[in-house]
């Protein structure tokens, strides 16, 4: 099976791209395609995880998803891929279903593994805000697959890769980009692999602190729960759960959040849950590896000071 | 404006997710159903307030059944002037959006909003389906909208954070926390939404691409270990040794 990747590189390859070039190399395969202004010495590390060949459109605009599907369709045709593969990122989301409408593919959204091709083409996905999974099966000839950020652990192969620059007609762009406004330095929630997240038992915004500390010392992410967000605590980029993101890190390290049904939702995929509450009875502690009853405001300078300590000790 | 708003509907948040028939499908029994939060609290109210600002009319579209003439009463009682339920299962996103996209092709709409997501399949599919369908631009993840005669400024969420665009009408948006604030229905609404029009088209001849084969719960976790919260130095030494994610 011949297959085709989109990444979206800004001036180094991410994570979750090469995620996606490593999933589609497991398939068949693997051509990239992807655009803008990134070196090749930098695309070049796409080789290492499995593709073979690189074909870079240089300036285009990102938001203007109708040439980004233009131009995947382009590469498409070109390279003979049946497989559509990128990641289930904010971009995943704009561009995969426009790309799967335009090849009349089948598109699975959110997957979590390879494809099973034992019987047919099935993928299983996160369903029901991550409360279950699903199998789909696909029954068109080509497929678009978006992968959830952290579901695959990408692998070298050791191989390396040559670059193309690729032309194609792009057609209009109809999106205008007035502005762009970062959200500072650190990882994007959907990726990041340590989550620091703290609920409504911290009582007020002035105390995100200890909660900030924390993150910084791991290198993690903060997020929040929903009532924290709305009324305005904390940013609602961090609120995470049934109706805000969806992640899946290593470790998310919840403080003063209760566990609701609709918190746990976009949070139960995490590898290792610690629970931190001062209610034994918290429900969250059901959905916890590890549970601390205790005061926040006391435990995670406490913790803040032992992965300090045990930071010096790896150096 | 001409404004169309899909409607989906989601279990509730709080009911219990369970399947029979051998795991393929999902267990409706005692299921409360809601409009799908993004497409009611997002999509639905900042259409009624671009309406309520600028004229013109909001109409509520559904790929579905019977079963779903509840989901669009709400709807319409929180202010859809009328609603269109295309008669057929909702077989997967591409069915979905090759039905709305037939019946929306020669009616030009300005805007057609659709939710971030349903809660139920996650699937963020159907926005950009319709957009590439119609040939219109797709602005994903919306958190806001503004219009100023034909021309619209939105935020929207993008890998690192948020961009400020314009575009023109015609185009499609999935909408985002941020874009307004859930209304309540009040009576007026719930009884004049008994009235208002939800007209029943039959669905044009379409397979789906896709099939949900069957469904699995994930695995329970073993349970929870507890550690004294004097000691935080086993915490990191169990997470650093045990677990093996720091
Ligand atoms: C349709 C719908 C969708 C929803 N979607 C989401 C969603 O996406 N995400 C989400 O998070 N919620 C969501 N909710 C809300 C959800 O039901 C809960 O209300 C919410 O998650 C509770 O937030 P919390 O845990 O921060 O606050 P609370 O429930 O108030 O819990 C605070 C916790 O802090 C503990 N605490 C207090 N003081 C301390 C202290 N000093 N140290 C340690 N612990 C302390 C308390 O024991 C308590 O457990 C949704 C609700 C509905 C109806």
Known sequence: MSVLVFIEAKNKVSKAALEAVSYGSKIGSTTVITFGDISSDELAIVGEYGGEKVLIHRGINKSNDQQLTNLIHAAVESSGATIVVLSQDQTGKSIGPRVAAKLNAGHVSGAIDLPDTSNGFQVNTNVFSGKAMATVAVHSDKKVISILPNSISPEKTGGSTTIEEFD?????????????????????????????????????????????DLAKTLGATTACSRPVADIGWRPHHEHVGQTGIAIRPNLYIAAGISGAIQHLAGVNGSKVIVVINTDAEAPFFKAADYGVVGDAFEVLPRLNEAFKKFHNSQN | MKILVCISKSPDTTAKIAFTDGNSKFDENGVQY???????????????????????????????????????????????????????????????????????????????????????????????????????????????????????????????????????????????????????????????????????????????????????????????????PENMDELVDLLHNQSKVI
């Open chain 1, 168 to 212: 194609a007609d792009l057609g209009e762009g109809k999106i205008v980009v007035k502005e762009m406004k970062t959200q500072g330095e650190g990882i994007p929630l959907p990726e990041a692999e340590l989550v620091v997240s703290a609920g409504r038992g911290l009582k007020g915004p002035e105390n995100w602190g200890i909660v900030e």
């Open chain 2, 34 to 228: 809601i409009v799908n939060p993004y497409d009611e609290w997002y999509a639905l109210v900042r259409a009624l307030e671009l309406v309520e600002a600028n004229g013109g009319t909001v109409t509520t579209i559904t790929v579905g059944t019977a079963a779903d003439d509840p989901t669009i009463r709400k709807a319409l009682a929180i202010g859809a002037n009328d609603a269109v339920r295309i008669d057929g299962q909702a077989l997967d996103a591409s069915y979905v959006a090759k039905q709305i996209s037939e019946y929306a092709k020669d009616k030009n709409f300005d805007i057609i909003f659709t939710g971030k997501e349903t809660i139920n399949y996650n699937g963020a599919q159907v926005g950009g389906m319709i957009a590439e369908n119609l040939n219109q631009p797709f602005i994903s993840l919306a958190t806001k909208l503004d219009i100023n005669g034909e021309t619209a400024t939105l935020e929207r969420d993008v890998q690192g954070g948020v961009e400020v665009v314009e575009v023109n009408t015609p185009f499609v948006i999935s909408a985002a926390k941020g874009m307004a604030e859930q209304r309540i229905p009040n009576m007026r609404g719930i009884m004049a939404a008994r009235t208002k029009p939800l007209n029943v088209v039959p669905a044009v001849d379409l397979e789906n691409l896709t099939t949900v084969v069957s469904y699995s719960l994930p695995e329970a976790k073993e349970g929870c270990k507890y550690i004294d």
